[in-house]
């Protein structure tokens, strides 16, 4: 078997925060530009945290354009909605799938999401997750997702000293847009409806591969493990 990079997107794939990052992002606009609900005309799914609080800002007419700053407080206020929100949940099969292939020598995991690092580290630890992504790509950055993804390929090719064939490398995500990246870039794109959109929906975007959720687990690893 050769060697495959997996690169998971976050909320609605491996994870369902419940709404969390919206209400801390909500109570971070709150606290610093005194405005309630600030994201709550802004599609949040499948876009980087760069993106959706730039649209926040302008929407709310806000000139002011630290982001950096912005995401600081949107960190502090994650932490709290976490700790407040015992619904948060791991997705049918992620656990199963992450336990299964993290012993196996010839598969590789990285994160390619659209939350900021702070974020996605929390969301993550807050479930146990953490651990399975040493190396990712984050929504730090003015990118456009695809290009994300492909800083994502070239982080982890240095980090495991691999240079991962394109046929070998799978975008994993729950919105039309994880698709887009996978075709854009030549790899691989597997589409879970477990997210913001329905199995009908993400299917009329051809992936190559599509599941309702991962909960028959081995049918995605004997994907994965099928690639000679
Ligand atoms: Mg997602």
């Known amino acids: 078997m050769e060697k495959v990079l997996l690169i998971w997107d976050i909320d609605g794939t491996l994870i369902n925060s419940k709404g969390c990052g919206r209400r801390a992002m909500d109570k971070a606009f709150l606290k610093l530009y005194n405005i309630k609900d600030g994201f709550s005309r802004v599609n ?9 609080v730039r649209d926040a800002l302008e929407i709310n007419n806000i000139k002011e354009d630290d982001i ?3 995401l600081d407080n949107y960190g502090e206020s994650l932490k709290e909605e976490l700790i407040k929100n015992p619904l948060c949940e791991i997705l049918p099969g992620i656990n199963e799938i992450l336990v299964e292939t993290w012993e196996d020598q010839n598969i590789y995991h990285a994160l390619g999401t659209g939350n900021c690092e702070i974020g996605a580290r929390l969301k ?15 929504g730090d950055e003015d990118l456009e997702r695809w290009e994300l993804i492909d800083k994502v390929i070239k982080k982890a090719s240095e980090y495991y000293n691999t240079n991962f064939k394109k046929e070998n490398i799978y975008v994993i995500g729950d919105t039309p847009l994880d698709i887009e990246c996978g075709k854009k870039l030549g790899v691989k794109s597997v589409a879970v409806a477990t997210g913001a959109y329905k199995y009908e929906e993400l299917q009329k975007h051809l992936p190559d591969f599509i599941f309702r959720n991962f909960a028959d687990f081995h049918d995605f690893i004997s994907i994965i493990k099928d690639i000679k």
């Not at 949040?44 to 959706?52: C, K, P, T, V, Y």
């Open 44 to 52: 949040m799914a499948g876009r980087l945290d760069w993106q959706i």
């Open 68 to 70: 950096f700053s912005f």
């Open 124 to 138: 993550l630890s807050h479930l146990g997750l953490d651990r399975y992504f040493e190396v990712g790509g984050f």
